[in-house]
């Protein structure tokens, strides 16, 4: 857990510094911090003061990994048995987390020449006034939360099948349990989503603003009113309430659809072969090789842990040309967005071969 002097916090809260500007979803900011402030540099240079926000700050951190093997070994005559099992749980778990410098909110007071309403063209100035370029807020903050189960078990013989030849016979057997979120954020729904193409219907797909021309201005205008025009900002942004913003989508718990966004791998068989040859039966020259097929089970805490940020789960609305005594009244329209990865519900391990030969001969 990430520690502060007692006087820092005090120091960045918006009751305790007099910055009585609200936000738009204050749940994701219990400690109501003040929002991150950028100021460009048009006009004042490299050096412009900013406030900012590490997406996981405060940090609350846990990551651990338990584990637990047993393995037999029995000697029969020519032979060696082995055979043992593995099981490990691997938690990566992140109680705030979100998108960098916007889970407080953030203005963004940079001269923009496309702004002609509310721009002073200086961006000091632009903040005495409350005129804003831009103020951004995610709609929520997720934790993390990805466990890692593996388990695992194998068999083996060392068989020595004569007094020159050495055998080494086995098998590793890795169960395919998928990585999975273990908070649930509402109704049976994880902290997870993924965009599956057979999913998405193109008569669903959200609208766009689109460009067109006011005499010589360029601005922005809904393809279904051509004749009512907009600010250019908002070009390519998503027409409110023009389609289903989660088309194609699916989020962890979906009926369905696995909970895990991915098919469990079932028994993944990796096979071993190993041998130990005395060429001359003397001992003085060796021949060794092996072959061998390994599987990593063990994902990256990142991997489906950065799911949480994909839509529906958390949109990031951007109220444009605005100012600081209405924003909160406006309507914020989002980017199409993005995804921080999605995954293929059937996708294939991987597999890795590794195979080995050489000579070894005893020096006089």
Do not use: C
């Not at 900012?52 to 393995?71: C, H, K, Q, V, Y």
């Not at 393809?223 to 023009?242: D, E, K, T, Y």
């Not at 089970?297 to 950065?306: A, E, K, S, W």
């Amino acid at each position: 857990m990430q520690t502060a002097p007692d006087d820092l916090f005090p120091r960045l809260q918006r009751d305790k510094i007099g910055f009585d500007l609200p936000q738009l979803y204050p749940a994701q900011n219990p400690l109501n911090f003040i929002p991150a402030i950028e100021f460009g540099s048009t006009n004042i240079g490299p050096n412009a003061a900013t406030v900012l926000w590490e997406g996981r700050f405060p940090m609350d951190t846990i990551a651990d990994a338990w584990t637990a093997s047993a393995n037999l070994t029995k000697i029969h005559g020519a032979h060696q048995f082995k055979t043992g099992l593995a099981y490990e749980r691997v938690r990566y778990f992140f109680r705030n987390s979100g998108t960098s410098n916007i889970w407080s909110g953030r203005f963004n007071f940079a001269h923009n020449t496309q702004n002609t309403t509310t721009n002073t063209t200086y961006p000091y100035a632009n903040a005495l006034l409350g005129y804003f370029n831009t103020y951004t807020e995610s709609t929520t903050r997720t934790p993390t939360s990805p466990i890692t189960p593996i388990f695992e078990f194998y068999a083996q013989d060392t068989w020595k099948a004569s007094s020159r030849l050495t055998l080494d016979l086995g098998v590793r057997f890795t169960v395919g349990i998928p990585q999975h979120q273990a908070v649930e954020i509402s109704d049976g729904r994880f902290a997870a989503s993924s965009f599956v193409p057979s999913l998405y219907d193109p008569a669903q797909a959200p609208l766009l603003y689109r460009p067109a021309l006011n005499g010589t201005t360029r601005v922005a205008v809904d393809p279904r009113n051509p004749g009512v025009f907009l600010p250019q900002a908002l070009v390519g942004q998503i027409i409110p309430n023009s389609g289903n913003l989660a088309n194609g989508v699916i989020v962890s718990g979906d009926p369905g659809y696995p909970r895990d966004l991915v098919d469990s791998q079932g028994l993944m068989p990796a096979p071993r072969l190993g041998f130990a040859w005395d060429v001359f039966g003397d001992g003085t020259t060796a021949v060794r090789g092996g072959f061998g097929v390994n599987f990593n089970p063990r994902n990256g805490g990142g991997l489906l842990g950065d799911q949480k940020t994909n839509p529906p789960i958390v949109y990031e609305p951007t109220v444009n040309y605005g100012t600081t005594a209405t924003y909160r009244d406006s309507r914020g329209t989002f980017t199409p967005p993005g995804f921080s990865r999605v995954f293929n519900r059937n996708i294939p391990p991987a597999r890795i071969a590794n195979t080995s030969l050489g000579i070894q001969r005893r020096l006089p």
